[in-house]
């Protein structure tokens, strides 16, 4: 054929073209799969972390919608109340009707279970981890089985609370049960350790200690 004013002939320029665009279009295939592989990563590991994150809650969840929602998550059909700012862990679990007020702290893997009745977490609360507190379904005695934390108490980790009230700025020692009906009074102190058997009552600014518990001395001798 006819030659080029380069001296390359018109075929000659068609398959080098040809050979330039697979290569190209070589390279754009490898970096579109690098892409998809990195993104096919990320969620694979986003939805191994939320799985585990589930799990670490011990729920079995049946029929009930979970989501996951900053910074925590919650199960069942009711959202919990959020007002205020705060500092709710990311393995925090709230089931149901559960409203927390302005600063309160929930630490890691606490599970607040409302499905039948209110919790109410007051203003600047803190609860620490591993938590359980449990609003019961049927009245104590007369006494709702709503579970109200005071203004300012703070409720140690590891302990477990049912449909209980903890008065302002009382103060519950880790690993301490405080069971259904009963009263913790304003500014009380259960020792570390401390159960407090049904429809107890432990008066304000004492300090109380034991299984079951029992009356250890004045605050103010403190």
Known sequence: GAAGINGSSEPDRLA????????????RAAAMSGVVAFIGGSIAQALLETGQALQ?????VAGNLVLQQEPFHFVGKERPLMVGGGEVAPSVSLIGKVNVFAYADIG???ILRGEHHEINVGRTVKIGD????VAGNKSVNGLPPTVELGRGCSIGSGSVLESCLVGNNAKIGDNSV???GCIIEPGAVLQPGTVVPPLHRIPAKQIWGGNPAKFVADV???
Request: charge should be positive; aromatic fraction near 0%.
């Open 220 to 222: 103010s001798d403190h």
């Open 56 to 60: 670490r809650t011990g729920l079995r």
């Open 16 to 27: 080098a073209r040809r050979r330039a665009g697979g290569a190209a279009g070589r390279q």
């Open 178 to 180: 405080v069971s259904e």
């Open 130 to 133: 591993n938590c359980v507190i």
């Open 108 to 110: 890691q893997n606490s």
